[in-house]
């Protein structure tokens, strides 16, 4: 799905987002003094392209080859506009395999954007949890954030809000719903529509599956992993969390030894 997603930039409105995801981010950085910074399934880049902007020193790690070719484009691009060195660099690499491609010694994991979920079994999550935990250091930070699905599945909420964006004459509408799946998967749509000035709508459709975590299932792998110390939040601005009508599941947890 995400190699072909070459619309994900206009997806997504980066900088109203990052103008309101990265104070919080940075808060939970300076709070365990982070210097270095994996961010996982990091698509195209624009978080990880932030905080190199901020002067940290940052992987961002994909599955998709093709978000990581689109992560580095982006990359040069801020370079060159900016005309300073940043320091970022992207390596095609998945959740288990982040340690062996990306390194270790890391002082904070983040996992943005829903991306965990797309983990279909617990022996999946088991893995990449031990796997955040190798790229960690002793105490380092892990930052998670999730869609709140205790509360998708308590109101069987299918339809997400949908996004707009515009260039010249030519516009498009993303939109994206969840089908229930008898097994408890989700399957995740997203369709896409185009047009050029007054013309007709093109349309294209692309899905995959997510295992709706809930938080109870999320914190007991995440404990069985090596983690604990955990916050919870209910936005990336760093709003309280409520099981029942939250958005979304953010975790903060460091990794410890028991």
Partial sequence: MYD?????DRFVN???????????????????GARRVLDAACGTGM?????????????????????IERARANA???YASAAA???????VAGFGELAARAGTGFDAVLCLGNSLPHLLTPADLEAALADFAACLRPGGLLLIQDRNFDAVLAQGERWIEPQAHREGDTEWLFLRFYDFEPEGLLAFNVMMLRRKGRGGWSQQVATTRLWPLRQTE??????????????????MRGGSF????????????KRVDW
Avoid at 4 to 8: I, Q
Avoid at 14 to 32: C, D, H, K, M, S
Avoid at 218 to 229: D, E, M, Q, S
Avoid at 242 to 253: A, K, P
């Fill in 47 to 67: 978080h990880a392209i932030a905080l190199a902007q901020q002067g940290y020193e940052v992987v961002g790690a994909d599955l998709s080859a093709g978000m």
């Fill in 14 to 32: 980066w900088p109203a987002r990052l103008a309101a995801e990265l104070p919080f981010i940075e808060g939970q950085l300076q709070a365990v």
């Fill in 85 to 91: 060195d940043v320091n970022a660099q992207f390596e």
């Fill in 242 to 253: 409520d099981l029942e009508g939250s958005g979304n599941l953010v975790i903060g947890g």
């Fill in 4 to 8: 072909d997603f070459v619309d994900y």
């Fill in 218 to 235: 999320l914190v007991t792998a995440l404990r069985a992993a090596g983690f604990g110390v955990f916050s919870y939040w209910g936005d």
């Fill in 76 to 78: 040069r691009a801020e």
